[in-house]
């Protein structure tokens, strides 16, 4: 659903052998569905691990392959990874004195068996997890690519700690490559989806959901079985891993986040944290980098995913909440008079005015308007743009 231009990307690169195809997109946004829907076969599958296992992606995926006869005999160094295909693999080599050598004939082996197995495309799967060993193989395999093997590899930008496009660099010129981006569904595909999953409703699952397929799959999921909607808990424990991973400035201006739902400033999201201005800037660099939170305008930030909420204030412990409560419900003291042009936003904004629409009211720019708003509510004590409505 809503994949029709990345599925025609994807298969018309892959229908010119040799390439590289990267496709990013958060958890649950598709990737794997997008690989079930190719026309292009076959495909040898292996996935990273949070674990990390050396070469475990690859020996997954081979593990699935089907040898042919007569193999070339560097093949054999691949014996003791391939136990179940050992007697259909040539004589393990004699063990060689440098370890630089020898990774280089396991390397030879892998891109050896790829090459008796053509056509074929080798997909690795959440490569911001892959290990060390596995990385370079990866690049080397990149680089020395046969005639008709292709190489695919999915990801997700928030979990990266490396440059996963590392495999791209230095490709021979007939090695082509290619690069998918997968956003969340928009709203008419939201409810084109829901309403394949739930026929005979007309429920709008997009402001839950952010379009998220995985997440409007289980929510119907939820609603076809009777019960209220919630965070699913696969995507629940993955908010908790990135909460545990995250440093403490960082996840208090998440947790203030979950507790304001709404998009505020940063000097705003810091108050209510409780968190020193010169940590502030790091904390959210890394939240957003990790997928928490987003600047949804320019200056205001709110969690990423709407369900994630959820899962964020089950985590928060009760006293914790009650300090996030008592810095949103009693802020600071005022710190100055309003200039008349901040009084003229304060003005707007309290009627409900987004910054836009006061930007064209006062023929000012929206990041002027937005710097106004934040210092209004820093002068006035304030650390959301709701309070103004109510003060």
Not at 162 to 189: C, G, N, R, S, T
Not at 314 to 330: D, F, N, Y
Request: hydrophobic letters at 40%; charged letters at 25%.
């Amino acid at each position: 659903m809503g994949r029709e231009r990345e599925l025609r990307q994807l298969t018309d690169a892959l229908t010119r052998p040799p390439v590289v195809v990267l496709i990013e997109g958060e958890a649950g946004v598709g990737k794997t569905r997008l690989l079930h829907e190719l026309a292009v076969r076959p495909m040898l599958v292996g996935n990273c691990h949070p674990m990390r296992f050396p070469y475990g992606p690859i020996v997954e995926a081979l593990r699935h392959a089907c040898p042919p006869a007569h193999l070339n005999p560097v093949t054999g160094a691949l014996r003791p990874f391939l136990p179940e295909y050992a007697h259909l693999l040539p004589p393990t080599p004699p063990p060689l004195q440098d370890p630089q050598v020898e990774r280089h004939r396991l390397f030879r082996a892998v891109l050896s068996l790829l090459d008796s197995l053509q056509p074929i495309t080798l997909v690795v799967e959440d490569v911001h997890w892959v290990d060390g060993d596995t990385r370079e193989l990866l690049s080397f395999l990149a680089r020395c690519l046969p005639d008709t093997v292709n190489l695919v590899l999915t990801y997700r930008a928030e979990e990266l700690c490396h440059p996963v496009a590392e495999p791209l660099a230095h490709l021979p010129p007939h090695i082509d490559h290619a690069e998918l981006a997968l956003a969340p569904l928009d709203a008419e595909e939201t409810a084109l989806l829901a309403k394949h999953l739930l026929p005979g409703t007309a429920l709008d699952l997009w402001p839950l959901t952010g379009g998220v397929p995985y997440a409007i799959e289980e929510v119907s999921r939820m609603l076809a079985e009777g019960r209220e909607p919630g965070t699913p808990p696969a995507l629940r424990d993955a908010v908790l891993l990135k909460l545990e991973a995250l440093p403490l400035a960082a996840l208090r201006l998440v947790q203030a986040a979950a507790v304001l739902d709404e998009p505020v400033g940063e000097e705003s999201l810091a108050t209510v944290a409780g968190v020193p201005p010169e940590q502030a800037e790091r904390g959210l660099a890394e939240a957003v980098r990790r997928g928490l939170l987003r600047e949804w305008t320019p200056c205001q930030y709110s969690l990423r995913q709407p369900l994630t909420r959820q899962a964020i204030c089950e985590s928060i412990t009760p006293a914790a909440r009650r300090r996030l409560r008592r810095r949103i419900e009693a802020p600071a003291q005022p710190q100055g008079t309003l200039s008349p042009r901040e009084e003229q936003v304060v003005g707007l904004a309290a009627e409900g005015l987004t910054n836009k629409e006061i930007a064209e009211s006062l023929f000012l720019s929206p990041r002027t308007v937005e710097v106004h708003v934040a210092n209004a509510l820093r002068k006035l004590g304030l650390t959301s743009r709701r309070q103004l409505r109510s003060s």
